[in-house]
């Protein structure tokens, strides 16, 4: 199916809404890139590739990096990581400390902060001491040797990261983080900090289109966990808006705080948007347009 025509329209109906809502702006770099930009991008199964407006731009692609962290632990130590973090949405904002009180340091799930945080402790647990291994996880997945951080993000997160030291503290209080919290503190916002377009992030989720392969057909996960990460992305993926995103797009997705948004259609393709405009919940506002939009006029979701 040729989507040229579909992007086009889709982006002169988003882009009156790319001047609404809110950016990010405790991480001062996010607050600097303003209201206005919209990009799309739809990568197919069969490897063909559309886009319209900025998806070549590279943004930050914040909270959807917990996606490729998640796949990252699932290969590295299976089920067990679901013995220290939930798989149930929170109906929480994505940055609560509230509710990991009260469950006694079990996050919700692996798409909220505290969640996040604890894949990153059992990641940095298995994985030998020498080089990144996430970047290279990601690297395969997406078949791009060139995919980084942006390091100057990442610094700018750590100084105002009061609020997630308070969840990694909390979650070593609990005994549930095993190493030092604000090790792991660092090594979530560097993760956090990857950069990528539009484009990109299309391919370096192909994956979870693709029963578990990237786009050159290397396998990065098992068809099993492609299948687990994408329930994960549709019950969790964008917090308390989980359900209202259900409901509008009808695909597993997820979000970040930077105003780009993966969502994936098993099977067939993986759509992405960036617009940092973010609505009440931290998701971008166009970007969910979009994707409903997309929805709608192709009459594809997994419902
Ligand atoms: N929703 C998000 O994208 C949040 C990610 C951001 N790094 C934070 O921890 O606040």
Sequence with gaps: MDYTAILAEIADECRPLARSGRVADYIAPLAAVGLGPFGMALRTVEGEEFSVGDAAVPFSIQSIAKVLGLAHA????????????????????????????????????????????????????????????????????????????DLAVAEAERETAHGNRALAHLLKAYGVLQGDPDAVIDAYCRMCSLSMSCAELCRAFTFLARAG???????????????????????????????????????????????????????????????????????????????????????????
Excluded at 79 to 106: A, M
Excluded at 254 to 267: D, E, M
Aim: aromatic share 6%; glycine share 12%; charged share 15%.
């Design 74 to 149: 699932m290969e590295l130590v299976g089920d067990d990581i679901w013995s220290r973090v939930g798989r149930e949405p929170s109906g929480t904002p994505f940055n609560s400390l509230v509710q990991l009180e009260t469950e006694r340091g079990i996050p919700r799930n692996p798409m909220i902060n505290a969640g996040a945080l604890v894949v990153v402790d059992a990641t940095l647990a298995a994985a030998p001491s020498n080089g990144d291994h996430l970047l290279a996880f990601v690297r395969r997945a997406a078949d791009d040797e060139t995919l980084g951080y």
């Design 213 to 303: 392969l990237s786009p050159s057909g290397a396998r990065v996960v098992s068809p099993r966990h492609a299948k687990r990460i994408n329930a994960v992305m549709l019950t969790c993926g964008v917090y308390d808006e989980a359900g209202d995103f259900a409901y509008r797009v009808g695909l597993p997705a997820k979000s970040g705080v930077g105003g780009g948004i993966v969502a994936v259609l098993p099977g067939v393709f993986v759509a992405t948007v960036w617009s940092p405009g973010l609505g009440p919940k931290g998701n971008s506002l166009a970007g969910t347009m979009a994707l409903e939009l997309l929805t709608t006029k192709t009459g594809a979701s997994i419902f």
